[in-house]
């Protein structure tokens, strides 16, 4: 069952204007750790960050929430198996998020083309009778019961 779609695109020469501005501050703000490393080593980091940019973007939309709720790019990774297919990978409020919807399954697609970077997700549950949106009210309901909703960050 589809828990939730999100897709978003990204030009490219904002992150150059980004990074020409704040340098490694903003990375390092969005991105989890792993991917900074490669960021680090990346001969094209403007294309680096749009695709993982427009990739947590897609994501935080599919979770239904946005950035918001204390849900921060840094919560949502994105790797690449060894055939270079890429996945998401969820930590901090974004973990809670998934395990709270149920969802099971990540799916990720990401394409450029010169100055725009594309990604779309799509949040996959296994149980039958699954209800997104009341799941997703349930979660934040749970995030803010449990301290964790007032936008402070883990």
Same mark, same amino acid.
């Given at each position: 069952?589809?828990?939730? !779609?999100?897709?978003? !695109?990204?030009?490219?020469?904002?992150?150059?204007?980004?990074?020409?501005? *704040?340098?490694?501050?903003?990375?390092?703000? !969005?991105?989890?750790?792993?991917?900074?490393?490669?960021?680090?080593?990346?001969?094209?980091?403007? *294309?680096?960050?749009?695709?993982?940019?427009? %990739?947590?973007? =897609?994501?935080?939309? =599919?979770?239904?929430?946005?950035?918001?709720?204390?849900?921060?790019?840094?919560?949502?990774?994105?790797?690449?198996?060894?055939?270079?297919?890429?996945?998401?990978?969820?930590?901090?409020?974004?973990?809670?998020?998934?395990? !709270?919807?149920?969802?099971?399954?990540?799916?990720?697609?990401? =394409?450029?083309?010169?100055? *725009?970077?594309? =990604?779309?997700?799509?949040?996959? %549950?296994?149980?039958?009778?699954?209800?997104?949106?009341?799941?997703?009210?349930?979660?934040?309901?749970?995030?803010?019961?449990?301290?964790?909703?007032?936008?402070?960050?883990?």
């Amino acid at each position: 069952m589809i828990v939730g !779609i999100g897709t978003d !695109i990204v030009q490219v020469s904002r992150m150059t204007a980004l990074l020409g501005r *704040y340098g490694e501050r903003f990375p390092r703000r !969005i991105l989890t750790g792993d991917e900074f490393k490669k960021f680090s080593v990346s001969k094209q980091p403007a *294309y680096f960050l749009a695709k993982r940019f427009a %990739a947590k973007e =897609a994501a935080a939309k =599919a979770l239904g929430t946005g950035f918001g709720s204390g849900l921060r790019p840094c919560h949502i990774g994105v790797g690449h198996t060894e055939r270079g297919q890429p996945f998401l990978e969820w930590q901090g409020r974004a973990n809670e998020l998934v395990r !709270i919807l149920g969802v099971s399954r990540g799916l990720l697609s990401l =394409a450029d083309e010169k100055e *725009y970077a594309l =990604a779309f997700v799509t949040l996959l %549950a296994e149980r039958e009778g699954a209800k997104p949106g009341l799941s997703l009210e349930r979660a934040l309901n749970s995030l803010k019961l449990s301290g964790n909703g007032n936008g402070v960050t883990d």
